[in-house]
RNA sequence: UCCGGCUUAGCUCAGUCGGUAGAGCAGGCGGCUGUUAACCGCCGGGUCGCUGGUUCGAGUCCAGCAGCCGGAGCCA
């Protein structure tokens, strides 16, 4: 007799097969017991019928506690009203350990602080491992994606030295009585990567210090970031839109039950396939302009709110390029047709999703980025190692970053990205 | 940091005009051969966030503080 998992329940049919899991929820009707065991990979039904079983055994199954592991002995069969699901037809059923005392999350509502508070517990209820699933797929699909077209992954420290864009604020941390930060970026060692290896990727965990307390924030999350020599522009916006379209459509393929299990409605998602509409920063500041944002000028950035209006003009991810240099990061490119603005590019998410992709192409002349840093006034001598990417051979090069958790996010259809990661890390939270 | 809201049983919440605390779920007992957050009956369960004030009397009104949620700024 085999064990078997949830999952593989259908392969089954007509045999007696062994679960072990825990117990989900139970009903009772009179002489049946109704017992939703999960296993990890999924929950199925099992259905205590009096006259199969010993009369202890039918009074014990109706005792089991919430999450008490059990093992359950039964054949497998269609479910009884739901076509197309299985239930197991129960032989014996074996509390492996029981709960020790009452498991705090019920089959009822509760507050959502409550339930991170039980973080390590609420993973285990349905929504959140449909979730975790969905996130697991994601980024299997963007190791894939990178992998299949030859990228090297080259990982990023998490130990930076020094607070380097000088844009957000930054973890600091004792290393051995000096400072040191934890990275909010694997960038700029990409752009040295890409020069040793032509392609590359990193993707690991980045740190924000900002006091943000959005449904779009998380002081610790999971970005991947790939570096290509010899790439414009031109070249990074469609590297951007396959991938994105690549980690979508995987995500649909492979988790559909779990879409299904969040009331995801995927006719959105069906319509990420390139190419995206691409409209320049001007374009978006005139459609802010004509869309209930008069007051938006050239120079401003754009808030979630803005990024909600130009995004929902749009059936797809949108591509929004050549921001004001003053906007952005020290390391873009100037445009060669108007040297006021950036090689840049964001890619923002249908939905009110908001930014998901920040890249383009990187200044690759020696010169105007020492210019830059002085501009931003960074200090030079942490940039040594940089420059010497530029005066070693300097080339072209262009690449971005997608956060994974905004991603999740939007490919579930949350409204907040702090279920996306299995332990979120936020301006008050720091446990489990 | 700023603006707004919330805080009552283990959990989710109700609580009228200021008059002495309620429901559902969870737990226990019983009932029902097809339940889907099952249902029905019975039972136990309270520092009304904290501190102070007004009042004969405060869960309720006022002030301060704390925690949480949402939004802004900043960002992916």
Same mark, same amino acid.
């Given at each position: ?55 202890? #055994? =039918?009074? /014990?199954?109706?005792?089991? &506690?919430?999450?008490?592991?059990? +093992? ?5 069969? @269609? ?23 009452e498991y705090p999350i019920g089959p009822k509502e509760h507050g959502t602080d409550f339930l991170m508070d039980n973080r390590h517990l609420w993973l285990r209820s349905r929504r959140q491992h449909a979730i975790v699933r969905v996130r697991h797929a994601i980024i299997k699909a963007v190791r894939d994606f990178f992998d ?57 965990? #980045? =740190?924000? /210090?900002?006091?943000?307390? &959005?449904?779009?924030?998380?002081? +610790? ?5 790939? @570096? ?205």
């Open positions: 007799m085999s064990v078997v998992r949830v999952e593989e329940l259908a392969r089954h049919v007509g045999e007696t097969v062994t679960l072990r899991g825990w117990l989900y929820n139970r009903r009772s009707s009179g002489k049946l017991h109704f017992l939703e065991v999960r296993d990890g990979s999924g929950i199925v039904q099992c259905v205590v019928f009096k006259g199969n079983v010993t009369p202890e #055994t =039918f009074t /014990a199954a109706n005792h089991i &506690t919430q999450e008490s592991s059990v +093992e359950v002995v039964g054949s497998v069969k @269609e479910h009884g009203k739901i076509k197309g699901q299985h239930e197991l037809d129960v032989k014996e059923v074996r509390v492996l350990a029981a709960t020790t005392q299949g077209r030859d990228f090297t992954l080259v990982d990023a420290p998490i130990f930076t030295p020094n607070a380097c864009e000088g844009t957000s604020n930054l973890f600091q941390t004792d290393y051995h009585g000096d400072p040191a930060y934890l990275t909010q970026s694997g960038q700029l060692y990409m752009e040295a990567g890409a020069a040793a290896f032509g392609s590359v990727y990193c993707f690991g965990p #980045t =740190f924000r /210090a900002e006091k943000s307390k &959005t449904r779009r924030h998380l002081a +610790e999350f999971w970005m991947v970031e790939p @570096e290509v020599a010899f790439l414009d522009l031109e070249g990074d916006m469609k590297l951007a839109e396959d991938f994105l379209s690549c980690v979508v459509g995987r995500a649909l393929e492979t988790r559909r039950e779990e879409l299904k299990v969040l009331e995801r409605d995927t006719s959105m998602l069906e319509k990420v396939i390139p190419p995206f509409p691409r409209i320049t920063y001007a374009e978006a500041i005139d459609l802010l302009q004509k869309n209930g944002h008069p007051e938006a000028k050239v120079g401003d950035d754009f808030g979630g709110d803005e990024e909600t209006v130009i995004s929902s003009r749009f059936d797809r991810p949108v591509i929004v390029h050549r921001y004001p240099m003053g906007l952005k990061a020290f390391y873009f490119k100037r445009d060669p047709g108007d040297d006021r603005l950036a090689l840049n590019m964001d890619v923002l998410a249908p939905e009110g999703y908001g930014e998901i992709i920040g890249g383009g192409q990187r200044e690759d002349d020696l010169g105007k980025l020492e210019a830059a840093i002085d501009h931003h006034k960074l200090p030079r001598p942490a940039f040594e190692w940089y420059l010497d990417v530029r005066r070693y051979g300097s080339f072209p090069h262009a690449g971005f970053g997608l956060g994974i958790e905004r991603t999740v996010a939007w490919v579930c259809g949350l409204p907040h990205v702090r279920e996306t990661i299995p332990f979120p890390r936020m301006l008050n939270r720091l446990a489990p």
